[in-house]
């Protein structure tokens, strides 16, 4: 599988942004898709994650009500709508696809595709 993301950028604090992966190469439903970031000096973490068929969706605390992760099958496309951006925000934001279970869906390693990875930078 392969995994492209896209939708980063400069955005003052506040604002919003919306992130898109676009996934090939694969059966893209029958993965569980996550988003991670990984800010300066700091451990890649977990932001959000949604089964293979969009019915369960899972979030950090730092973004609960704020960021909303879905995705398309058909079009083979995972989102992360952005909202209330703040300094802390500031990270890249990496896509990742796997076959976690319910327990590991927020679990780095239950995630084995990656894509290359968006920056995001909030100004505050």
């Known amino acids: 599988v392969q995994l492209q993301a896209s939708g980063g950028g400069l955005v003052q604090a506040g604002g919003s942004l919306k992130l898109s992966c676009a996934a090939s190469?694969?059966?893209?439903?029958?993965?569980?898709m996550g988003w991670f970031r990984q800010a300066p000096g700091k451990e890649r973490e977990f932001v959000a994650a949604i089964k293979g068929n969009g019915g369960t969706s899972y979030y950090a605390d730092s973004v609960k009500g704020r960021f909303t992760i879905s995705r398309d099958n058909p079009k083979n496309i995972l989102y992360l709508q952005m909202i209330s951006l703040n300094a802390e925000d500031t990270a890249v934001y990496y896509c990742?696809?796997?076959?976690?279970?319910?327990?590991?869906?927020?679990?780095?390693?239950?995630?084995?595709?990656w894509g290359q990875g968006t920056l995001v930078t909030v100004s505050s």
């Open positions: 190469g694969g059966t893209f439903s029958s993965y569980g």
């Open positions: 990742a696809a796997g076959r976690p279970i319910t327990s590991t869906m927020r679990v780095r390693e239950s995630y084995y595709y």
